[in-house]
């Protein structure tokens, strides 16, 4: 007999006790089914038809021994109602077969989500929580979906505009419910200006930059932009979350609404004087901090939900948005390290100089790391914004408006349409064998920070001996790269060149050294081009670019190249040099213009002083011509007209001379004073 037996008699067993007593005893009241009833039928069953088990639910304790049945018919539902005064230890309860609702229950709700309108649900409009992945018919329920905060995303629809992501609350036995509205997508005009944004990876708890791009922000009116935009605020801390405007968008007035965690809106209002919006590329700048507790390795997704955008005439422009950008937490490519070594500063840049010239090879995961200015491309700009990044994340964007002032460094704020912008190659003339500087020069460089040029020229007549940095370079960095007739140059400078007291300021972009290999085939004249596909690019610090804002024209360079001069040993004497020139004068004569500098004699004579050619240059003008050296020639080369000769076989027969003078007027004594003493 157990210890304890309860008042009253057995719940539904029969008279006697079953032999099959359970072993061990039950583990708590009502966690699943009777845990201390008997594997098998008790070979003590009461008589009659009980078998066991109770067939329905005890109403309380029964009044007294079962009778013929032995047990209640039915199933229970739960615990008995009523529960005995002492119960035995490790006798079976006599509870049903059903999983009570007792201890240990889930913490669960339902979620109904309906949509409107009843086009949209026709098109196909659909609803399903976020990191699930079955999307759900409108009106449809989800049940045993955990207590807590829910947020709820839609599908994309055609002709219709998915509503923002919501939030739904689920309470514990409660069903909970939202409504969402598509808006149908009215009739827009012009050619689909893209919207997108681009992925990022940044470490946990630090720094991420998700720009909002454009394909084209000219007919945009700067009053008629909204967007919006979602993310996960377990993801990115909220508190961090702002808005930067960008190189297209630094003059304008917008604002931006980061107050909801995980939700953003921009709204703008304009631009200063009315000036519209230029350019391609990052149109807002979406910065903010991952967690810091977020586990390395995890993935988020950043909407765009709503990209609103009106032309100047208030028309509602054509947009084409790739809604979702991913965001990952530490891994490989992290925002600025573009060489993969783990660190944003001055190597990164140098590495996007390198791929733009083609030193390194373009890889798809660069725009992840290095397209800071959202153009799809690794180039000037971006080594540029590469290296105010190292610096600061805020030194990538212009500041937010001051005043009504925006920065003074904005492009938009320095060129003008009426003032073209040109960038030329300098003519130059040079001889068969030897080198030759050639500028590129760029007439007004206010506000440049960095520049693309492609230069071509014949192989077969011209070779690059060197690429040195131009005014515009300064401590910055600049790479180079030849390709046959094809040389790529590309610089970037953290600071743009700026005088503000002035209007235009002028510089040289490069030098690059030839050296001529031969003669053209027909004529003296050989080009060196400026490529216009792709255009010379010029850059402002904030990625802008000159085109942006004006024309840049190209102006080539035309090379004269000459017959190289070969002249055979050494010259002894000035006389030699001198005959040299008058024999070769219109050679060496480049300029054609009947004169030689001291340049042309000494391209023709290479170890010719300018000492040696002052004493050539009778009237001292800095200019020789052939009356001039035919003149040194005529005389009398013995020094007795005052011009000294060179060399020291001169200087031997002028000092022979001297020494005949000498002995003759010494034997004219002798012989006058002779004669004298004869006479006497």
């Not at 739960?78 to 005995?84: A, M, S, T």
């Not at 240990?104 to 609803?127: C, H, M, N, Q, Y």
Request: aromatic share 6%.
């Amino acid at each position: 007999e157990p210890e304890g037996e309860p008042e009253g008699e057995g719940e539904g067993e029969g008279e006697g006790e079953p032999e099959g007593e359970p072993e061990g005893e039950p583990e708590g009241e009502g966690e699943g089914e009777g845990e201390g009833e008997p594997e098998g039928e008790p070979e003590g069953e009461p008589e009659g038809e009980g078998e066991g088990e109770p067939e329905g639910e005890p109403e309380g304790e029964p009044e007294g021994e079962p009778e013929g049945e032995g047990e209640p018919e039915g199933e229970p539902e739960g615990e008995p109602e009523g529960e005995p005064e002492g119960e035995p230890e490790g006798e079976g309860e006599g509870e049903g077969e059903g999983e009570p609702e007792g201890e240990g229950e889930e913490e669960t709700g339902s979620l109904r989500v309906d949509i409107g309108p009843a086009g949209a649900v026709t098109a196909g409009a659909k609803w399903r929580r976020v990191d699930t992945d079955a999307w759900r018919e409108a009106g449809s329920v989800e049940s045993g979906v955990d207590a807590g905060t829910h947020r709820v995303e839609f599908n994309d629809v055609d002709g219709w505009v998915r509503p923002s992501i919501q939030t739904a609350l689920i309470r514990t036995g409660e069903m909970s419910s939202i409504i969402a509205v598509y808006q149908q997508d009215i009739a827009c005009e012009g050619e689909a200006i893209a919207v997108w944004m681009m992925s990022r990876n940044a470490m946990p708890g630090a720094e991420i930059l998700i720009p909002i791009n454009v394909s084209s922000a000219e007919v945009v009116s700067p009053a008629g932009i909204q967007i919006e935009a979602t993310y996960d605020p377990e993801f990115l801390d909220p508190d961090t979350v702002e808005v930067q405007s960008t190189a297209i968008t630094g003059r304008m007035s917008f604002l931006p609404n980061t107050t909801e965690p995980g939700r953003i809106i921009i709204t703008t209002m304009g631009t200063m004087g009315g000036i519209g919006l230029r350019g391609q590329g990052h149109f807002f700048d979406i910065y903010g901090r991952i967690r810091s507790d977020v586990p390395p390795g995890t993935s988020s997704e950043v909407r765009l939900d709503v990209v609103t955008f009106y032309n100047t005439d208030a028309r509602r422009q054509c947009v084409d948005v790739e809604r979702a950008a991913t965001l990952r937490a530490g891994g490989d490519g992290l925002l600025g390290d573009l060489n993969g070594d783990g660190v944003v500063d001055i190597g990164d840049a140098l590495w996007a100089l390198r791929i733009a010239v083609g030193l390194e090879s373009y890889q798809s995961s660069h725009i992840i790391t290095g397209d800071l200015n959202g153009d799809g491309s690794i180039n000037s700009a971006d080594a540029v914004l590469l290296q105010r990044l190292a610096a600061d994340f805020d030194y990538v964007n212009p500041p937010p408006l001051k005043d009504g002032i925006s920065d003074p460094l904005l492009l938009a704020n320095i060129l003008d349409l009426s003032m073209p912008v040109t960038v030329r190659v300098d003519d130059e003339q040079a001889r068969v064998g030897e080198t030759f500087d050639v500028a590129v020069r760029v007439d007004n460089a206010q506000g440049l920070s960095g520049y693309d040029v492609t230069l071509t020229f014949d192989a077969g007549l011209l070779e690059v001996a060197d690429v040195r940095e131009g005014t515009v370079t300064g401590d910055y960095p600049q790479e180079w790269r030849l390709s046959g007739g094809v040389l790529q140059v590309s610089m970037g400078r953290r600071e743009a060149l700026y005088e503000s007291e002035k209007a235009i300021v002028s510089a040289t972009l490069a030098v690059v050294q030839f050296r001529a290999k031969a003669l053209p085939a027909e004529g003296d004249e050989t080009w060196v081009r400026i490529e216009s596909a792709p255009a010379p690019a010029l850059k402002g610090q904030y990625g802008d670019s000159y085109d942006w804002f004006t024309r840049v024209n190209r102006v080539h360079g035309q090379i004269i190249l000459k017959p190289g001069i070969s002249a055979e040993g050494e010259f002894e004497t000035l006389e030699d040099i001198a005959a040299f020139l008058l024999d070769n004068f219109d050679v060496i004569d480049m300029d054609g213009d009947g004169l030689l500098n001291y340049e042309e004699a000494l391209g023709a004579v290479a170890d010719l002083t300018r000492d040696q050619f002052g004493l050539l240059d009778a009237n001292g003008d800095g200019l020789l011509t052939r009356e001039e050296l035919e003149a040194f020639l005529a005389d009398d080369r013995c020094g007795c007209c005052g011009r000294a000769s060179n060399g020291k076989d001169n200087l031997k027969r002028h000092l022979g001379d001297w020494l005949l003078v000498g002995l003759s007027l010494l034997a004219l004594l002798t012989l006058s004073s002779a004669m004298r003493h004869t006479r006497r």
